[in-house]
């Protein structure tokens, strides 16, 4: 890792966000943190309460070196899969990161293809990786703020609540209201409903 690399690498912990729901983005980040540069409660993103994610969130934009998100749209989740559409999420947050990095710390066991930099991929890493928990957080509280904002333009489906998981509320949404523009077709309950109508 970074760490035992060099003080001189400048290096970025990426994660994703969004693989399981039924509708809207997923949503990457990217970011670097100062060498030996600690924020106190980093976490992976799915472990810390709402409240928590938004504060670090903040912190996060306010001492870390640089950062920046990346997504891919429901349109690329169906027509690549969810597995390439989240690599290429991660691989467009290290692309907006405004400074070229020389590696990249990706959470999971697969790194993006076409990085401008070496890459590892770290499973658990949001939990044991500081740069990555940051990402985490960073992608989670995005994701999360556009799927409340989705909320209003497509109502009724709850997503301000589960964010687009397939919670039984929002299958329940889903058979009622049928499927929206935002709702991912490619997923099986998804497809199932579109296949019966």
Not at 105 to 118: A, E, F, H, T, V
Not at 126 to 152: F, G, N, Q, T, W
């Amino acid at each position: 890792m970074c760490e035992r690399k060099s003080a001189q690498i400048l290096c970025a912990g990426v994660d994703e966000v969004g693989r399981g729901p039924l509708a809207g983005p997923v949503v990457a980040a990217a970011v670097i943190l100062s060498p030996g540069q600690t924020i106190d409660g980093l976490a992976d993103s799915k472990k810390l309460t709402p409240r928590r994610r938004e504060m670090l969130d903040r912190v996060i934009r306010e001492q870390a070196l640089q950062w920046a998100l990346g997504r891919a749209e429901v349109e690329e989740v169906d027509r690549l899969n969810i597995l390439q559409a989240s690599l290429l999420a991660m691989r467009r947050a290290v692309q907006a990161l405004p400074v070229v990095i020389q590696h990249a710390l990706i959470d999971g066991n697969r790194c993006p293809q076409g990085l401008p930099c070496s890459a590892e991929a770290i499973v658990g890493g949001d939990a044991s990786v500081p740069a990555i928990s940051a990402a985490s957080i960073l992608a989670k509280v995005a994701r999360d703020r556009e799927m409340e904002a989705l909320d209003a333009l497509y109502p009724g489906y709850g997503l301000a609540q589960h964010k687009g998981y397939p919670t039984k509320a929002h299958i329940e949404a889903l058979e009622t209201l049928g499927v929206s523009a935002i709702h991912r077709r490619s997923f099986r309950p998804v497809k199932r409903l579109l296949e019966r109508s």
